[in-house]
């Protein structure tokens, strides 16, 4: 487990709407890790004290809660990455080896059109398979044609998750893309909804962006230099500043960091993340007579584990 932080990370933390005695119920969550870095699996409602500016909440309940991970993959196969083939196979088979084995992963090639290489598993041989799938095509890859359906797809997954209810896992996004553009047909309108959608799916995205090498001209004269350069990234970049997510910039000639560093790093990461997810406590609080709203001057204090690091969320989502 990482190095947590001793004070609360707790911003904008909402009242809920249920109410007990004309008194609001409010819940938060909890992940612990001990002086020695291990989880601290045992949270009793006597270990916890929340206070607001209203006055001292009681606990009505602490309960283990995990809340885990999907890892979805896309791969830009289209000719501008063509020469990246083999660095994308060596490097992805890194990175979902170095993934938990109870991860859920999919993978999606974006040439000619979106289409899946692996479809939700956690099966070893189905990855292996899915990886040696990946073949360049001499049709254009579509970047944000992909970006929109995997987000209309988590939509339409959790239509049925009321407002009160947190949706059933935590998505991860990993596209690997050139920044030029492509064959998508892109709108503005589109490109919205979908980062919208990203948004509030709390979708962590890493956006892996790559800047084919220039093509030689005419001997003598200067490097081809596509028209189009950029869009891919620009949609990029938006993703990742509104999901405030990561964004890696690499070249053509670099893409053997890929296999090298890039991948295996983001399986640390992800794999990181996914621990802190799925150790928490879900804590039920009764707020004090006459809160209403938004918690002002929240305090958190984690009593009988002393040296204990700790994060506090509203929703469970733990950075």
């Known amino acids: 487990m990482p190095h ?23 819940t938060v969550y909890l992940s612990v890790i001990d002086r020695k870095g291990a989880p601290v ?7 916890i004290a929340i206070s607001e500016e209203s006055g001292r909440s009681t ?4 309960r283990r809660f995990s809340w885990p991970l999907k890892v979805t993959v896309l791969v830009d196969n289209g000719p501008s990455t063509s020469d990246a083939l083999v660095h994308y196979r060596t490097g992805l088979q890194k990175f979902f080896a170095g993934l938990p ?3 859920p992963v999919s993978l999606i090639a974006l040439a000619p059109n979106p289409r899946w290489l692996v479809r939700e598993t956690t ?10 799938r990946i073949t360049s095509d001499e049709g254009l890859g579509r970047f944000s044609d992909a970006l929109v359906e995997y987000a209309d797809r988590l939509s ?4 049925s998750t009321s407002r009160e209810q947190l949706q059933p896992y935590l998505p991860v996004l990993v596209s690997i893309a050139s920044i030029h553009a492509d064959g998508s047909l892109v709108r503005r309108q589109s490109l919205v909804k979908m980062i919208a959608l990203l948004r509030k799916h709390h979708v962590w995205t890493n956006m892996i962006m790559i800047t084919p090498s220039l093509t030689p001209g005419d001997p003598g004269s200067l490097p081809n230099v596509a028209a189009d350069g950029g869009q891919n990234a620009e949609i990029a970049k938006a993703v990742q500043e509104l999901t405030r997510g990561s964004y890696v910039p690499m070249t053509g000639s670099g893409t053997s960091a890929l296999a090298s560093r890039i991948l295996p790093e983001l399986a640390q990461q992800i794999t990181l993340r996914n621990a802190r997810q799925t150790i928490q406590h879900r804590i ?36």
């Open 156 to 159: 339409e997954e959790f239509r």
């Open 284 to 319: 039920v609080i009764e707020r004090a007579a006459g809160a209403r709203g938004p918690m002002k001057n929240f305090a958190f204090a984690l009593l009988n584990h002393p040296g204990a690091q700790f994060v506090v969320s509203n929703d469970g989502n733990i950075p």
């Open 123 to 132: 099966d070893r041989v189905q990855i292996q398979k899915g990886i040696g």
């Open 41 to 47: 699996l045992e949270v009793e409602a006597s270990d």
């Open 4 to 26: 947590l932080k001793s004070a609360c990370l707790v911003a904008g933390l909402m009242a809920a709407t249920a109410a007990l005695h004309g008194q609001e119920l409010a």
């Open 101 to 103: 084995s109870d991860v």
């Open 59 to 62: 606990i009505q309940s602490v």
